[in-house]
């Protein structure tokens, strides 16, 4: 089955530390994966896909196929960046997207 | 801006009862779909649909039953509510290729 595994619940950081937050997947050929994020009292929403390659709110997740993974990364968390994070991959019909546990980010002043 | 709103913030419904969920998106998407969010357990998804009156399986079905009527609506039915789907429930809307779905607020059931 494919599966998305994010291990950490919770990561806990200060404002200004580089944050990693883990996902890794189970191999099945080119997978794409995103991330998707949920602020309190919002709406769960799109972050990034690694199809772009971009960096948004400061953010960059590489797919790494090798290790099977795709962190989320950013060098300097802000408070504002404290939110649930999901990694999130499209299954094999391409129909649908499997979702990892989530982690919920907490930065500290 | 894509809007996908859904019939109720929270709610409460007693054991046994019949019980649904609306969803409605307005940007026109063709797939919809709903999930279940549990802490530790993240978004697992319970049933979606790519077309008016078609509907296929997720990963956790049971109990549940869905009807999409029209386009632009999707509702989710416990047939008969039990305490273990107390959750939040979320809607989803997508076009085509479903990378980036847009979810609605979620619902948040409890059964008593």
């Known amino acids: 089955a494919q599966r998305v595994t994010q291990p950490e619940k919770l990561l806990s950081v200060f404002k200004g530390a580089p944050v990693e937050l883990k996902c890794n997947y189970s191999?099945?050929?080119?997978?794409?994966l995103f991330w998707y994020v949920q602020y309190s009292r919002q709406r769960l929403q799109l972050l990034l896909r690694?199809?772009s390659r971009e960096s948004i709110k400061g953010f960059t997740a590489d797919l790494n196929k090798g290790e099977t993974s795709f962190h989320l990364k950013k060098p300097f968390a802000q408070e504002e960046d404290s939110a649930m994070y999901y990694c999130?991959?499209?299954?094999?019909?391409?129909?649908?997207?499997?979702f990892g546990a989530g982690t919920r980010l907490a930065v500290h002043p | 801006d894509v809007k996908v709103t859904q019939s109720s913030r929270y709610l409460v419904k007693r054991t046994g009862e019949k019980v649904f969920l609306e969803c409605v998106q307005d940007m026109d998407h063709e797939n919809m779909f709903w999930y279940r969010q549990d802490p530790g357990l993240g978004l697992r998804l319970i049933y979606f649909?790519?077309?008016?009156?078609?509907?296929e399986k997720g990963d956790i079905p049971e109990g549940y039953s869905v009807s999409r009527e029209k386009k632009e609506r999707f509702s989710l039915i416990l047939e008969s509510a039990s305490t273990n789907q107390t959750s939040m429930y979320l809607c989803?809307?997508?076009?085509?290729?479903?990378?980036?779905?847009?979810f609605g607020p979620g619902t948040r059931l409890t059964v008593t």
């Open positions: 989803a809307s997508s076009l085509r290729h479903p990378y980036e779905q847009y």
């Open positions: 649909s790519y077309d008016v009156k078609m509907k």
């Open positions: 690694h199809i």
């Open positions: 999130a991959r499209l299954s094999g019909g391409y129909n649908k997207l499997i």
């Open positions: 191999y099945s050929g080119s997978p794409e």
